[in-house]
């Protein structure tokens, strides 16, 4: 009885852990370039389960398990949908690839390419990290300058190349790591590799990869397993008074 309500208590753990994602999921579903994240659970451990009282050679029943836990958050890296803003300075990546941009803790990654002019000249994100280029930091000259981003990543700063945009590409994005702001960091060891097929798309955004309708069901199911977990909980609470309350007794 013990064991059964560490059982359902472990799944009431992972549920509530996958309900957060899922919330943090709903939460950015308007974030452009947001990739979403999938909580990924699994058995503790199952044991082989035999009949009993048929001798040495008692047939298998099956296997049970003991216990559940969330495994990894994994990220999906799917394109999400492109929409026009009609602001110039807004950037969208169709096909892999991030925006590489300078933080104070070194070169990040993004898929948000809502940029703009900063005061002095760069092109920015919405926190004030510099988008780089090719040559560093992207100069988009002085407010009057024209400026025009082709779909190869050249920015045009009165009809003259200024740079081109710092598009980077990894070979397994699954060990790029979430640091908030809709950033991601390379792992250890991990180096960026050149990006080829791409187009980027200026005046346009990309929206987050999250289906709304699809999380509300999963928030649902979730909500559901955690219920029944709970009341499994009280079942085995309920066998276990009894047991300590009226079959001590006698």
Known sequence: ???????????????????????????????????????????????????????????????????????????????????????????????????????????????????TRSAQGELVTVDGYRVLGQGGAIQLGDPESQVYIADDGRVMVDDAEADTLRIADFADVKRLVKEGANLFAAAPGQQEEPVAGITVRAGYLEHSNVNVVAEMVNLIAGYRAYEINGKAVQAHDSLLDKAVNDVGRV
Do not use: C, W
């Open 1 to 115: 009885m013990i064991r059964g309500i560490y059982v359902a208590g472990s799944g009431m753990m992972t549920e509530a852990t996958r309900t957060d994602v899922i919330a943090n999921n709903l939460a950015n579903a308007s974030t452009a370039g947001y990739r979403k994240d999938v909580a990924i659970g699994k058995d503790f451990r199952s044991m082989l389960i035999r009949r009993i009282n048929d001798g040495p050679n008692s047939p298998l029943i099956g296997s049970m398990g003991v216990g559940s836990v969330i495994d990894e958050v994994a990220t999906i890296h799917e394109q999400g949908g492109i929409r026009p803003t009609g602001n110039k300075f807004d950037l969208a990546i169709e096909g892999r690839g991030f925006f590489a941009v300078e933080t104070p803790a070194g070169v990040r990654y993004t898929r948000n390419g809502g940029f």
